[in-house]
């Protein structure tokens, strides 16, 4: 069975979606059984201060769950869609505390990015998804 990007992105949205690590672990497990790598990472912090950090957090996730090596390129098209992504969020986010999960999925030369987060102050949340696809060579 072979998967597109479309396939691709679905999954990272699940695994941003997952609420649990055990959910995480599970969900991880199936799609490794597919041939679907998949990495995940919590992120979250004052939106615009943050976006260094989350971008390096992928990087780091993706490297540390061999969805993708240590590479220029590979790091490059992970950096490029999770910037993408956050951008995505950027119009509700700007100047407010973001928390979540952001996720990655890849298949061949799929690979997806998913940020799944809660933007706001106190208790008057707002909920946002940014997702972006890359392909690798």
Same mark, same amino acid.
């Given at each position: 069975m072979t998967y597109g990007s479309r396939k691709i992105a679905s999954v990272a949205i699940k695994m941003a +979606? &997952?609420? &649990? !690590?055990?959910? @995480?672990? =599970?969900? =991880?497990k199936f799609y490794a059984d597919m041939g679907i790598k998949t990495a995940a990472v919590d992120v979250g912090g004052e939106y615009l201060a943050t976006i260094k950090k989350i971008v390096e957090r992928a990087i780091v996730a993706g490297k540390r769950e061999g969805v993708i090596r240590d590479t220029h390129s590979e790091e490059g098209a992970v950096a490029g869609a999770t910037r993408e992504a956050l951008s995505q969020i950027m119009p509700k986010a700007i100047? +407010?505390?973001v928390g979540g999960k952001l996720a990655m999925? !890849?298949?061949q030369d799929h690979i997806s990015v998913a940020v799944f987060l809660g933007i706001g102050l106190v208790h008057l949340? @707002?909920?946002s998804i940014g997702l972006a696809h890359r392909t690798i060579a």
């Open positions: +979606l &997952t609420e &649990t !690590r055990e959910e @995480e672990q =599970k969900e =991880k100047g +407010l505390n999925a !890849r298949y949340d @707002e909920v």
